[in-house]
């Protein structure tokens, strides 16, 4: 009897155990959850029996589950290594990949997505230009950087593409007990009569500012500092409110060392972009660190979604 097992069917069964539930997987994999539940559904009906517990939490894999699972891993690993080798003899792999990065908060999913990708391609030179930069597509044209990680692209940006990465939520962050956590959620009134701790960077690329504070007329005093953990300290003893990526402060939550709010009744969303030289788009490295970026980001951060 021919085997209706697929790739595919290997690679949805590994990405529904490293997300934990169907919707994540069904992003991991750039599908529907709808495809992805037929996708499962038509394994199942194949098989006979249930590849998984449908309501278990943390998701439980039966018998069939756990035997193509361990396949999966046995299999796929070879796969993508073999499709790696062949573009290396056909594309070439050497390369350097210099990296200019705006966000405070990025080596937090930063890092974990270099070193998969140092393993992956070891013939790839790799680095941070050191720093923060506040324009750091513009590195790309002076031909110091060959891939930003921004938060915002120009529309009308020449000579570069961009790979849309994740959007995340930017909550306003308290002192325990602060009066405005009855609210729920802040408006931009609510920042008027409070310090605001942020980066010391330009407004332009503060989501708060440019995009509550700003078209409401509020300008609230405001304190700088470099570190997360030097701003959620502030906040804590009182002196000022931050906004701040939720993934970025989830641990400080967490063990409630500050609270955190809401900004807008629909939340304040931020996104990140990668982008890169029309050039370095086309190399297959290039297409894998994107990949390995946005799974990083899915898989690690609190409130994430794919772009």
């Not at 009897?1 to 997987?25: K, Y």
């Not at 038509?42 to 439980?60: D, T, V």
């Not at 120009?154 to 002192?175: C, K, R, T």
Request: glycine residues 6%; hydrophobic residues 50%; negative net charge.
């Amino acid at each position: 009897m021919q085997t209706p097992l697929e790739l595919r069917h290997l690679r949805t069964l590994v990405a529904l155990r490293e997300a934990g539930n169907l919707s994540r997987a069904a992003q991991l994999l750039n599908l529907t959850q709808s495809a992805l539940s037929h996708q499962l559904k038509g394994l199942e009906e194949h098989y006979g029996a249930e590849l998984f517990a449908r309501k278990s939490n943390p998701l439980a894999f039966g018998a069939v589950g756990q035997r193509l699972l361990k396949l999966a891993d046995a299999v796929l690993p070879q796969v993508d290594e073999a499709d790696r080798d062949v573009r290396r003899l056909v594309d070439g792999s050497a390369g350097q990949l210099r990296i200019a990065v705006e966000c405070h908060t990025c080596f937090d999913w930063l890092m974990p997505a270099m070193d998969a990708f140092r393993e992956r391609w070891p013939e790839v030179e790799l680095d941070i230009v050191s720093g923060f930069q506040a324009d750091p597509v513009g590195l790309l044209h002076q031909d110091r950087a060959e891939l930003a990680i921004v938060s915002d692209v120009d529309a009308d940006e020449a000579g570069v593409v961009v790979h849309p990465l994740f959007s995340f939520e930017i909550v306003a962050l308290l002192p325990k007990g602060h009066a405005l956590l009855a609210k729920p959620w802040l408006e931009a009134a609510d920042f008027a009569d409070h310090t605001l701790i942020t980066y010391p960077v330009p407004d332009e690329m503060l989501d708060l500012v440019r995009r509550v504070l700003q078209p409401a007329g509020i300008a609230p005093p405001r304190r700088t500092s470099e570190l997360t953990v030097a701003m959620l300290q502030l906040v804590a003893s009182g002196r000022g409110i931050a906004a701040l990526p939720l993934w970025a402060v989830e641990n400080y939550l967490a063990r409630g060392y500050v609270a955190r709010q809401r900004i807008g009744e629909a939340g304040l969303t931020g996104r990140l972009y990668a982008v890169s030289t029309p050039s370095l788009a086309a190399k297959p490295f290039l297409a894998d660190f994107v990949r390995l970026m946005r799974e990083t980001s899915l898989l690690n951060l609190a409130a994430v979604s794919l772009l």
